[in-house]
């Protein structure tokens, strides 16, 4: 939108008027206002922009920057534009073909939990009746479900933990490498991921390079933008 009002000469700050009464996201909102009257005071768009690094990334912010300084501002406003549903339609595709097998693997998780903790314990009291020495498997299974059912809610609280713990691990930038390093050596879904940040790369170094960004500055933007350490 802001590409189109652009390209018809409307000045920034009306623009950014007109966007910031269109937008239903309120902190959205706040921060275009925001922007117009830095722009309205002297500020350069990109300088604006730079200022709400959580709304806007170094990729938006150094493409703004190319087009002021090229006097091309429409052209890369639109380019962003582009760019940005194309990452988004690449993401959709990546969480589709990723959704099923989580959702199996899952749904699979909870059946057998079901069938030890609820169901094999009625087969015990079958087993129990008949008499006889029962196979080693069966006495594994049984063991099993005797454990989970007498100890679920620590089993629960256990996971529980360990989830936390996980995400607070990947959370630091040793962790974050080594679960970037690990997704991308699974079998399927690494390769799968591998293409996925081939095409970022080179799409929005692409962008950034046919938008005047110098080239140094692109692969600096490039690497935050990849999405996995490893890569970055």
Excluded: C
Excluded at 113 to 119: A, G, H, K
Excluded at 163 to 175: D, H, K, W
Excluded at 211 to 221: K, N
């Amino acid at each position: 939108q802001l590409a189109t009002m652009e390209d018809s000469g409307i000045p920034i700050v009306q623009s950014l008027d007109v966007l910031a009464e269109q937008i239903e996201d309120r902190n959205f909102q706040l921060i275009l206002r925001k922007m117009r009257d830095d722009v309205e005071a002297g500020t350069s768009l990109s300088e604006a922009a730079g200022r709400h690094p959580k709304a806007f990334s170094d990729f938006f912010v150094n493409m703004i920057r190319a087009g002021e300084s090229s006097g091309r501002l429409d052209e890369i406003l639109d380019r962003v534009a582009t760019y940005t549903e194309k990452v988004d339609v690449l993401q959709r595709k990546v969480k589709a073909s990723l959704f099923y097998p989580a959702f199996v693997s899952v749904l699979a998780f909870a059946i057998t939990t079901f069938l030890v903790v609820v169901i094999v314990p009625k087969f015990k009291e079958i087993f129990s009746s008949l008499g006889g020495e029962m196979p080693l498997p069966t006495l594994l299974l049984l063991g099993l479900s005797d454990l989970m059912r007498k100890n679920l809610v620590v089993l629960i609280l256990l996971g529980f933990v360990l989830m936390v713990s996980f995400r607070v691990y990947i959370g630091t930038r040793a962790g974050r490498l080594w679960f970037d390093r690990l997704t991308l050596k699974v079998p399927v879904v690494g390769k799968l991921l591998q293409k996925v940040f081939i095409a970022r790369f080179a799409r929005t170094l692409a962008t950034l390079v046919k938008s005047g960004v110098p080239i140094l500055s692109s692969l600096e933007i490039v690497a935050k933008t990849s999405g996995n350490k490893v890569v970055e």
